[in-house]
């Protein structure tokens, strides 16, 4: 019987598996064919990930102690891990990104191959691949079967075309998967989409009390990352004093049973609602263990409908939350693998190199709305869809920051956020960036957008319903000198007629003041002053 006693660490290695953060899943298909006397696992963090975009401290925690968790627990299995860690103190690494540790490694063990399930990151694949050109050891690139779709597939089920669409690309899943579909192929229910069942607001009484999401308090591992973490990237953003996220597929499995059990049963008729001092809601908060492969797919999905056959959930809960993960999340994959690397650089609104506010990192703003829910990101990491959309990415679409600023800002703030998926949702649907590609038309509103799904504009200086004048709301401003800027760009499209139709209807002289003052309002985000 093998034991970890008979290999040294110095044992030339048949193949090397290369393990990335991203990709902490034992059914990998970097595992296939593995034999722990022969084959070893390589894992490593790397100051360049740590600090190419200027990463929250939460993030940082999360992956580095779940990476942490999973070499331990591939070791308790008798499989030889070579892991670089991150010390306190910079001059102690071996090498600053995956590149070059990777290079040093090979060098010393001389495997005879790699193997290397797809990255969730363009960049990193690149930097793998070239790496690997320069050694002798062949590569391996092997899918990554943590997906229901694969980039090969993704154009026929999107429409094959230029034009994709996430609604049809979702119903022809559904009904390949056989997930809420009778015998006939139809959706349960009667229909495919239950979104116009998922808008509901708390109105003025609010949410009432909600159990927030379970917390998972840091062990011993964990406070270790923290102490690192703390030391060497203290001045990035983010507080850890509440670290409180599952770090391990054990911790991972018991958030979803308690999200199927206790919040999706509300989660869908208030998915879009907000409320001031409450950034979880009925929300899941899974995205991060799924997109790190402690969670699969596929058995979010089938608690889910399971909850709904066994009576315990409302279709359009259970249909909001498949939509996301087997219509949204599988939509978004695709888009990235089939059209990068061009897709990083594209902006399609020609924005100047704006950088996103200041407001965005410090949370320092006199926006009732922005301010509260910037107090949730610093101290979570994390907010639901409709704050990063209709909020903080509105603001940048609407004052004009470049989509890869934008983009970059969402991969440093929020602990779910992986290339793959980031890029498409912030530059693509949040900032219009792609030209229409995630989204046909962009997503823009007034302040009154807030102030229905809200209490926010109740606690705001600002006037939800004025655009000119020093009370009115900066989103009111910004949303129809949007429009006025982009007129010739926007007002054939079918889907934003009424909101030209509004615009036409604006004066003359009304329209000259909401220009000086969206100028005025972005000249003192330029300068950093609070507004």
Not at 303 to 327: C, M, W
Not at 480 to 498: E, G, Q, S, T, Y
Request: aromatic share 10%; hydrophobic share 35%; charged share 30%.
């Amino acid at each position: 019987m093998f034991t970890m006693s008979e290999y040294s660490p110095t044992t030339r290695p048949r193949n090397l598996l290369l393990v990335l953060g991203d990709q902490l899943n034992d059914d990998s298909a970097a595992f296939d064919g593995f034999n722990p006397e022969h084959d070893a696992l390589w894992m490593a963090e790397t100051a360049e990930e740590a600090t190419h975009v200027w990463c929250h401290k939460q993030r940082l925690v999360l992956f580095f102690s779940a990476m942490r968790h999973f070499r331990d627990g591939q070791r308790a299995k008798g499989r030889h891990v070579h892991y670089h860690e991150l010390s306190r103190r910079p001059s102690d690494d071996r090498g600053k990104n995956f590149a070059e540790i990777l290079t040093r490694d090979v060098h010393r063990l001389r495997p005879d191959k790699l193997i290397l399930v797809r990255p969730g990151d363009h960049r990193v694949l690149t930097q793998l691949r070239n790496a690997a050109d320069s050694l002798n050891p062949d590569l391996d690139l092997r899918p990554d079967r943590h997906f229901y779709v694969t980039p090969e597939e993704f154009q026929d089920l999107a429409g094959g075309g230029q034009t994709l669409r996430m609604e049809s690309f979702y119903r022809r899943l559904r009904k390949r998967e056989g997930v809420l579909v009778d015998d006939d192929g139809q959706p349960e229910g009667g229909d495919w989409n239950y979104d116009r069942d998922n808008r509901e607001s708390f109105g003025k009484t609010g949410p009432g009390d909600i159990k927030p999401p379970r917390r998972f308090h840091p062990d011993d591992l964990t406070r270790e990352v923290v102490d690192m973490v703390e030391a060497r990237f203290n001045d990035h953003p983010g507080s850890l004093d509440t670290f409180d996220l599952p770090v391990t597929r054990k911790q991972a499995l018991a958030a979803l049973r308690e999200f199927i059990e206790l919040r999706l049963p509300t989660f869908g008729a208030y998915e879009d609602a907000m409320w001031s001092g409450e950034p979880f809601l009925y929300h899941s908060r899974l995205s991060a263990v799924l997109n790190m492969k402690l969670l699969h797919p596929r058995e979010c999905v089938d608690k889910a409908v399971d909850a709904y056959h066994d009576g315990l959930a409302p279709l359009n809960s259970v249909e909001g939350f498949v939509r996301q993960i087997l219509g949204w999340r599988e939509f978004i994959r695709g888009v990235y693998w089939t059209r990068m690397p061009d897709y990083a650089d594209l902006n399609a609104l020609e924005c100047d190199d704006r950088d996103v506010p200041d407001f965005f990192w410090n949370g320092e703003t006199d926006m009732a709305c922005v301010a509260d829910i910037m107090r949730g990101l610093r101290t979570n990491g994390w907010t639901h869809h409709i704050p990063r959309l209709m909020v903080l990415g509105q603001f940048a679409l609407l004052s004009g920051v470049h989509p890869r600023r934008f983009h970059e800002w969402h991969m440093a703030m929020y602990t779910d956020a992986v290339d793959w998926v980031s890029l498409p949702n912030a530059l693509g649907m949040s900032q219009y960036g792609d030209g229409g590609i995630v989204g046909t038309k962009p997503y823009c509103a007034s302040g009154n957008y807030i102030h229905r799904m809200s209490n926010y504009c109740g606690q705001c200086p600002y006037h939800p319903k004025h655009a000119a004048g020093d009370d009115a709301c900066p989103f009111t401003t910004l949303y129809w000198d949007f429009l006025d800027r982009h007129r010739d760009r926007f007002a054939d499209n079918p889907r934003m007629k009424v909101q030209f139709l509004n615009l036409k209807r604006k004066a003359d002289e009304e329209m000259r003041e909401i220009r000086a003052r969206a100028r005025h309002l972005r000249k003192a985000v330029d300068r950093g002053e609070r507004i």
